[in-house]
């Protein structure tokens, strides 16, 4: 299968090639062929949740434009994939890009969901020998529906000692543009999510949205607590506890 890859803004300028080449190189050890446009920007999520919704209609077509001939779009962020599949709510008043917009959204998965209900791969031959705890993002699990194919895949993970993440189902605070609008409110919010996470012993913290994780990892290193933070894609394609692409 042929995979178009959206590697959302904070793929690209945080996460870079940790995560990107992971996602490339787990793709293709399940059997796919990835392809890059290089014209792909911005989602529209920000403006989007900002209420600027001509702003992300704009966002949304230049997104269509670019990847509406994928046979498949995958994404290793939940929230960005939650808002391509809104692309058809938000131009559903336009009757030339609507139908374009449910194309789009009909074909476009999150890394993990992509994997396990599409491929129907669990075990990856991944060997990731530290205690870790998995960080569940509210975007992919209310908007997406994504629960279980994470745990499915981290469960065939040789070595990995996991431990469930106490109020797993909590934000952590980032919500995109919530974090700098309610950054008091963020802040506590997040500041949980890390008490929560120090109590499971975990030296990782896995995680699925790119968002939540640089979110997740900015307080726990401003806080001086050493946890290593990763991508599920990083810990998927690791071997002897060592993930590539650093």
Not at 72 to 88: D, F, K, N, Q, W
Request: glycine fraction near 10%; aromatic fraction near 6%.
């Amino acid at each position: 299968m042929k995979v178009t890859l959206f590697i959302t803004c904070i793929g690209d300028v945080v996460y870079g090639a940790r995560v990107g080449q992971s996602v490339v190189e787990v793709l293709e050890r399940a059997g796919c062929t990835v392809d890059f446009p290089e014209a792909q920007t911005c989602c529209g999520q920000p403006a989007f949740n900002s209420g600027y919704h001509r702003e992300a209609s704009k966002a949304a077509r230049h997104q269509i434009k670019v990847l509406e001939e994928a046979e498949v779009i995958v994404t290793p962020s939940g929230s960005c994939a939650g808002m391509l599949r809104e692309y058809p709510h938000l131009l559903q008043d336009d009757p030339v890009w609507k139908p374009r917009a449910e194309a789009v959204a009909a074909k476009t998965y999150e890394f993990s969901q992509f994997l396990v209900d599409v491929l129907g791969v669990t075990d990856l031959g991944a060997s990731f020998p530290k205690k870790a705890t998995y960080h569940t993002s509210c975007h992919m699990t209310r908007i997406l529906g994504v629960k279980n194919a994470p745990m499915q895949l981290l469960e065939h993970v040789d070595g990995l000692e996991f431990e469930m993440l106490p109020y797993k189902e909590q934000c952590c605070g980032f919500g995109g543009t919530f974090s700098v609008k309610m950054l008091p409110i963020s802040e506590q919010m997040v500041d949980d999510k890390v008490t929560h996470i120090m109590e499971t012993g975990a030296e990782v913290l896995i995680g699925a949205d790119l968002g939540c994780l640089m979110n997740i990892g900015g307080r726990l290193e401003r806080l001086g607590h050493p946890v290593e933070v990763r991508h599920i894609a990083e810990v998927l394609n690791a071997r002897e506890g060592v993930a590539h692409g650093n």
